[in-house]
């Protein structure tokens, strides 16, 4: 009898358990609900106002239209739609590159209505990150990124964008896979570390930051999947920080050479590729040296040490203090980084490509009749390089493209293909014009206007109408950048 009294008082405890678990579960799932749109709505009233509008003239490249570049005016202009946000209380405003490489110009309009114009500063189209810059009328407020750790699968994110030109749209959903590749086909990349989501994304979304639950940037959408509502892709937070000095590219544009690179490890900046005869390499800065301070500042992730190199120039003294080895022995390096040489951008092309060029004047820009002042016109051809080829590059053509991007100037252009993958195959497109009845370029050299006007002086003078300009454009494939 005690027997029986003794198992009737466990299982009686055990379904007294099991029911107060099963309250439980309830209660902590309709908790988990109500914290999932409470985190929603702070973290759109947090950083709605970093969020930013990004448009611009474009022509869409998969129409294979001379619109693009040549004004038509039976055609409306057309104008992108698309997203950014702020990553500096300066202007800086991280975005897509497939969403500025089709634009002619940017523009930036901000939660209150405000629109600024917009500077190109780098497209990384590899990566399908690009950096814009304005000049706010007060400090803007940037996202904070996450860096002490990656994202899981499962995690909460929410993201806020413009799909459909829909202004401001909150979206939510959960990481639902890390590490994916993804092919871009209107950029001829294929992406890595991407993180998928069930958020539903559409056009105009592109460029969105993703908030974790600690309101910090995981992502950026990039894609959504054609034939799905809800599966799209957003470049990792990782991979955004461990561009992010090469996007602000300062050294070049404050005039230092820094001699060493960094990426981010458990939310640290570690030293890598130190040149052991740069001016940090030979005061002892060591390749796996953790950043722990620069001239008193304390180094957190590559957001922070990003902020004290906005500030370095060649003659700037800088105080590195690292961490290193398990011990963590802290050491302090001091040295002024080294001068920036600006390099010859025409050898770099001519290394790279096989092209030598220089910039159209205003008046061949509107012989062309080009709605955009962003040409360059081919002043030298490495034949070689493009033998075999049914369609050649040639002197007096205008280059149009390469690898989906518009040189706007040589820095920029020189900076995107060094950022291809070695060997990498690419497409370009030539721009070319000639007289309809000479069939000689209506760009010519001066000895080659010289002979043209000696021949029309000696013969019959030609009417405006006897000289039709003809616009060519011509996609050469399988041409791999050295």
Known sequence: MSRFINRLVVVTFLTIVSICTSVQARLTAEEIQRLRSEFVSSAYDDFAESVVFVTGEFEDPAEKSLLEYFFDEAEEGRYGIATGFFITSDGYVLTNAHVVHRTIDHYVQTLDGKEYEAELITIF??????????????????????EDSEVRRGEIVMSIGHPHDIR????????????????????????????????????????????DLDQKVVGITTSQCCDSECISYGVSHIVILNKLLDLYDFPRRNGFVRGFRLKLENGRCV????????????????????????????ISGMTSWAKQESKFNAQTPVAITVLRGEQKEQRTFRFTFAQWKTPNLNDTLWKKIGLRVRPMTEEEIDLFGLKSAFAYIITDVDAQRFEGLEHK?????????IAYVRPRNLTHFARHLDSLPAEETISMVILRATDQQTKQSVLLSDEQKAD?????????EKSNSDRKIIKIRI???GFEVK
């Not at 993804?182 to 969105?208: N, W």
């Not at 590059?393 to 493209?401: E, M």
């Open 125 to 146: 189209v590899p990566f399908d990150l690009a950096l814009l810059k304005i000049n706010p009328e007060k400090p803007v407020k940037p996202v904070v990124f996450k």
């Open 168 to 211: 401001y749209t909150c979206m939510q959903g959960i990481v639902s896979g890390t590490g994916r590749q993804l092919h871009l086909p209107e950029m001829g990349v294929q992406l890595s570390d991407v993180l998928q989501t069930d958020m539903a994304l559409y056009g105009g979304a592109s460029g969105g930051p993703w908030f």
């Open 271 to 298: 030293a890598y590729r130190v040149d052991k005869h740069s001016p940090a390499g030979q005061a002892g800065l060591k390749n796996g040296d953790v950043i722990a301070s620069v001239n008193g500042a304390p």
């Open 393 to 401: 590059p040639q002197v007096n053509d205008v280059l149009g493209k």
């Open 452 to 460: 043209h006007e000696s021949e029309s002086t000696n013969g019959e």
């Open 475 to 477: 996609d050469i494939e």
